[in-house]
């Protein structure tokens, strides 16, 4: 509800954004950066991995859980910030993709909690 | 006909000079309508699997004790792999536009064509998981888990079904010289849509197979 | 974006409507202006504009129809009129037509009419996929309703609780063709929703900036906006119930661990922001009703705005006061509450609004504004009794019995109808070029809205004495007897008030004959769309219009002196495009939407009966994309570089059609970029922002 106020500037922005976006349009990432970034990627995949088998021996189920959020987030950032190119792009694009994730976050999150699926 | 990069309309007239279509046409935010549209669907989609992946967590959590369950069928390295797979197809998505916006066609082809390949290796992977699943004995109607499961990953797989298709068909628009630098927002949009797969089964990975079961 | 060899105020561009088809199309685009096949492969916004309105017209009087039933049943304790299995035929049916089939198409008849108008643009962003949204609604509430012939209706209720709606409880087809039919009905929202949305923000007029639109375009963009993020919700939860009764699946098996509040959390996620759906387009109706015929400008315009869309961020915050008697336990009911108590506030500040804006204002009761000025007393007799419900207490006595029937219907058929109604008549002459009679206006307004009360003002008091929901029947000493008369009687005063409207457009189209054309701006009013003429030529404006302040077209006519009054400074006709512009480019109309949408039913047909028609109506699907993606292009400019990407979208569409695993994703097809980037390429040279003069 407090985003309310701001939305209608998000979508007022977007013009001079977009303005702006056009002027660096080749100032895209390099090739490099991309195979820097798919490296990272991949690493991070590793390190989820790793937690799994590590899992079987021993740290506990909540230090999993808040580990593999975390890497899963970085990866879901990197992907949409680099190869997506959001952010670079439009700040429209961002807010109405980051209005869906945030609206699903909020009603599904909701649902399971009242549902009482997190064991407590 | 392979470079023909700008077909010449059939009827040249002077005044047609002034008028090949720009880049971005001009709208009211500068962006493409195509673009605009895109991410707006996309911003729909998060909705979609975000209530897909809600409902498989909620039947996970309601699977009844004894019930053939993840940690009966789970073969996380194989997934890692195909995860892994998916991951690069990304990259190499990114690598096609970039050379498709240098005006590098062939690169563009090979990089097009390693990514439906990746993603295609990604398809027969979950295909050959599917078969073991129900080969141990979960199958769709088993229980409540293999419900879910494999609603969440069959449209999973149906998203990445139709992201090859146009992988293809955009391998094809290049064969028949009709992409060029210029329409590359083609190529872009298909990319997003790509990239959107993708980070769903970055979601996917880690809560429906990586966490603790 | 064409030449600047042409007179300064001529529109450039184009080529003539009809152009020869050379090399690259494998088929030609229909021509033609008149007919029944310009309409049926039209794409101008305001021919699909009107085709949604007559449908829901239509369907309209069909769920009319089966209210009457229903009232018929229950005039009378014990009644026979309908089986308990028809009676829940018909009453499921019956909310099922009304939401989804009658108000919501209606809404979208007054998007796409008006939208492009009020923004001043020259068609919508995808012209094509409009008319497609078109076709594909009316090929879900068709199918809907051959239920009737082929084995019963859905009879689950038309919120379809599962497990209730399951194959043990409902083994009739019927909520196949619920699932399946709402299904369709959704994709058509869907890519309505990316349409217009897409238009709102890249097509508007030089100078019209968001706060410069009109509180209607405001409402309509906030309610495609709540589409947009709502219907995958439902997509899903229909999905889930589809694969139930079709395929097997466990998720509303009980006796697998399931929950029935699974199926309750996922519509009502849908459902609450779909009441906003609802009733946020009739506001905007109202809104640009009530300051013209109160001749002041509309009170608090940011005030306006931003309610509106407070309703549409809170309306996700609410939707589990469906839930409060289903067992969700006190926290969860205690939080939405709360939540559905403050939804109440921007809702208030809208009705204040309004009588502001009539405060002191130059009032003129037309019918037009006696239908908005009764919908903002029915609605706000609805908003009370809604806000009765926030007290949990008070809900658990009230949910499922009558008092919830007439809180619904007083915001629904009070608030969304009555506006709607107020906007036929005010935009009739827009859309016709003739008024509707005022005298039979003004007696079918008064006559539905008494019949409005008599039916639904009783129910409260039926309610509250316990009678409940969807009885098929009650008995002699129930004491339900005297108020279920007085409703069955206003049900068919109302149903008296609804054939006038409908006798009152025959009589007005013969007295419109020979009469003089109402001209551009009948009533004085303040938006861009009365700045054209009536009826709207195909290409909108003959001109591009610079706006320069809200209510641009008034200003054109008025001068507010530093004094303070008001003196005319200009006639509308001499302000008003006269639609005489010619050769101005504006897509061609196309065959491959309406068959890319016959493909639908066939698939949804071949769920429930065999899959050889799932079969059939895949391969139309993918023939009609196919179609789609080799028609000649629409930009005559365009040749030879965009006409092949189409391709990409027929893939996915037709992977989509193939079962149900990717119709999410047939849905979102059309944002991706093929479909719509040669029609881009054409909506942009169509569109006013493209065709800019110096």
Known sequence: MTQTPSAPEALEEAAPDAAADHGDEHEHPSDRQYVKIALILGALTALEVFTYFESVHNLGDAAIYVVLIVLMILKFIYVVAWFMHLKFDSVLFRRVFVAGIVLALGVYLVMLTAFRIWGV | ?213 | MTTTSEPPLQLTAGEQLVRPSTSLGVFSRPTGETGWKSWLFTVDHKRIGIMYGAAALLFLVIGGIEALLLRLQLAVPGGNVLSEDAYNQVFTMHGVTMVFLVIMPMAAAFANYLLPLQIGARDVAFPRLNAFSLWCFLAGGIFLNTSWFLGGAPDGGWFGYAPNSGLVYSPSHGMDFYALGLQIAGIASLVSAINLITTVLNMRAPGMSLFRMPVLSWMLLVVQFLLLFAIPVITVALFLLSFDRLFGANFFNVEAGADPLLWQHLFWIFGHPEVYILILPAFGIMSEVIPVFSRKPIFGYPFMVFSGIAIGFMGWGVWAHHMFTSGIGPVSVAVFSLSTMFIAVPTGVKILNWLATMWGGRLRFNTAMLYSVGAVAMFTIGGLSGVTHAISPADTQQTDTYYIVAHFHYVIFGGSLMGMLSGFYFWWPKAFGYKLNEKLGKIGFWILLIGFNLTFGPMHILGLQGMSRRIHSYAADSGFNLWNMVASIGAFVIAAGVLLFFWNIGVSRRRARGSPPVGPDPWDARGLEWMTASPVPTHNFDRDITVTRQDEFWHRKWRIGTDGKVTRIARAEDVAHDGSATGVHLPSPSYWPVVVALGLPLVAYGLIYNLWITGIGALVILGGLYGWVFEPPDDPEDHGHDDHHEADPSGEAGNGANGGGASGNGEGEPADGDGARQLAAAGTSGGPVAEAQP
Not at chain 2, 6 to 22: I, N
Not at chain 2, 78 to 104: D, H, I, Q, Y
């Open chain 2, 1 to 213: 006909m392979t470079d023909v990069a700008d077909p010449t309309p059939a009827v040249t007239t002077p005044t047609d000079a002034g008028h090949a279509p720009p880049a971005h046409p001009p709208t009211t935010t500068g962006l493409t309508h195509n673009k605009v549209a895109m991410w707006l669907f996309l911003g729909s989609e998060c909705l979609l699997f975000g209530a897909l992946i809600a409902v498989y967590m909620f039947a996970k959590s309601r699977l009844p004790a004894g019930e053939i369950g993840p940690n009966d069928v789970f073969d996380i390295p194989f997934t890692s792999v195909s995860s892994f797979v998916l991951l690069m197809s990304s990259l190499t998505m990114v690598l096609a536009l970039s050379a498709l916006n240098r005006g590098e066609e062939r690169n563009f082809r090979i990089w097009i064509v390693a990514t439906a390949l990746l993603g295609g290796t990604f398809i027969a992977g979950q295909v050959y998981e599917f078969t073991v699943f129900v080969d141990l004995g979960l199958g769709y109607t088993t229980n409540i888990f293999g419900s879910a499961f494999f609603t969440l990953t069959g449209f999973h797989g149906a998203h990445v079904t139709i992201g090859i298709v146009m992988l293809m068909s955009a391998l094809v628009a290049s064969l028949r010289g009709r992409l060029s630098p210029r329409n590359a927002e083609t190529v872009e949009l298909i990319g997003l849509y790509w990239h959107f797969v993708d980070i769903v089964w970055i979601l996917i990975f880690t809560i429906i197979y990586l966490f603790p079961q």
